[in-house]
């Protein structure tokens, strides 16, 4: 992995911009990038995004670390929902738009699994700043979320 520096006060910026939109520092700094990409190059940045962060969820999840897991199958879901709304036309920016873009593919597949699951994984996001969550209750939505990943990647015929 390669790093960069900035100033405390530009970081402390992107973690309040992060915090207020739900999502990483490294999605801000992606969806700052990906604004001077073409879609097609976008997309492919949400999917590596994607990958990179089911893969770092595995492996937290397999030391134990169910918060920084959730957190990390949190940001796997909102980068594949991303390539749902390049795909779509959606916007993709805020927390509320990831929840739209929830309705859209529940209303366009009829599948109401969709916008249950989502609220499931939601909870894995919320745990990760309030650590309210027992084992037992992390599986249950870990198990949610691998689901909701499993049928927007069918949605999008990714295999």
Known sequence: MTSIEVSR??????TEIARRKGKSVEEIVVESIARDLDP??????YIKL????????????SKGDLAQAGEKYWGALTALLNVVAEREGLPHYTHRDLREIVEYLTEKTRDP???RLFSSAEALHANFYHGFMS?????????????LIRKIREFLGLQ
Not at 40 to 45: G, H, M, P
Not at 50 to 61: C, D, F, I, S, T
């Open 9 to 14: 006060e530009i970081y402390e910026l992107l």
């Open 40 to 45: 097609r190059a976008r997309i492919e940045v």
């Open 50 to 61: 994607y990958e990179k962060y089911l893969r770092e969820a595995e492996e937290l999840y």
């Open 113 to 115: 699994d969709y916008s």
């Open 135 to 147: 084992r037992l209750s992390f599986e249950a939505h870990r198990s949610d979320a691998i689901k």
